[in-house]
């Protein structure tokens, strides 16, 4: 089936994903920032990645150190989102070799939906070359409400797929909530193989599985 419209996840697909250390270290800043000296388990899991029972959480962490949880999740994800480029600048996230010439040789027009952070979504794009081949990108604001819309949420999927041009887009991801996004949105899913997910298997299969980002051009020619 040829599509009209592609939409890329950006980490794991474009670019590597973050490593560890990005997170870890932006908890620890984040809660050092809030002068909480001695976070307990609870704490660190709810700044390290705050988990889909957001409200809970956020409640819990208030009620602990009577801080606004918001705050703190906004300065968390303003230190991931410098860390992250840190992590560009060292060669330690990179462009995957086959995303930019996949990017360059569609014939189609093309968007970015991701879970990273927009502000972090607009910097690594345009950066790293892919903006100017792409008509749409949307991130995450650094607010418990867009934590609310993270994928497998199709919110952010639907409102670019507003800005294409198109009536057969095929989303493409690295994960299981990729996938389930793109069936959320009513559109086929393509799950690209890299070597962290090549054992990842699915409840509700993709549409199509890709061993290169390359492959997206054979469906969209």
């Known amino acids: 089936m040829t599509h009209d419209g592609v939409v890329f996840d950006m980490d794991g697909v474009l670019v590597e994903r973050s490593p560890g250390w990005?997170?870890?270290?932006?908890?620890?800043?984040?809660?050092?920032?809030?002068?909480?000296?001695?976070?307990?388990?609870?704490?660190?899991?709810?700044?390290?990645?705050?988990?889909?029972?957001?409200?809970?959480?956020a409640a819990g962490f208030e009620e602990r150190h009577g801080i606004d949880f918001e705050t703190v999740w906004a300065t968390r994800e303003a230190f991931v989102s410098a860390k992250q480029l840190v992590a560009v600048q060292r060669g330690k996230k990179t462009v995957y070799d086959d995303a930019i010439e996949a990017v360059e040789r569609l014939p189609?027009?093309?968007?970015?939906?991701?879970?990273?952070q927009h502000r972090t979504v607009d910097?690594?794009?345009?950066?790293?070359?892919?903006?100017?081949?792409?008509?749409?990108?949307?991130?995450?604001?650094?607010?418990?409400?867009?934590?609310?819309?993270?994928?497998?949420?199709?919110?952010?999927?639907?409102?670019?797929?507003?800005?294409?041009?198109?009536?057969?887009?095929?989303?493409?991801?690295?994960?299981?909530?990729?996938?389930e996004t793109a069936v959320a949105a009513g559109i086929d899913a393509a799950f690209v193989r890299r070597p962290f997910n090549e054992s990842v298997t699915h409840e509700t299969p993709p549409v199509y599985e890709l061993d290169s980002l390359l492959d997206v051009l054979e469906l969209t020619g």
Do not use: M, Q
């Open 22 to 57: 990005v997170f870890d270290d932006a908890a620890d800043d984040a809660l050092a920032a809030a002068r909480i000296d001695d976070p307990t388990a609870d704490d660190y899991r709810a700044v390290r990645h705050l988990p889909d029972d957001c409200e809970t959480v």
């Open 123 to 179: 910097k690594l794009l345009s950066r790293l070359g892919f903006a100017t081949h792409l008509r749409d990108w949307r991130g995450l604001r650094p607010t418990l409400a867009d934590v609310r819309r993270r994928k497998p949420d199709p919110t952010h999927l639907n409102e670019v797929l507003e800005t294409l041009d198109c009536e057969n887009p095929v989303y493409v991801g690295d994960r299981v909530s990729d996938v």
């Open 108 to 116: 189609v027009e093309a968007a970015v939906v991701s879970n990273n």
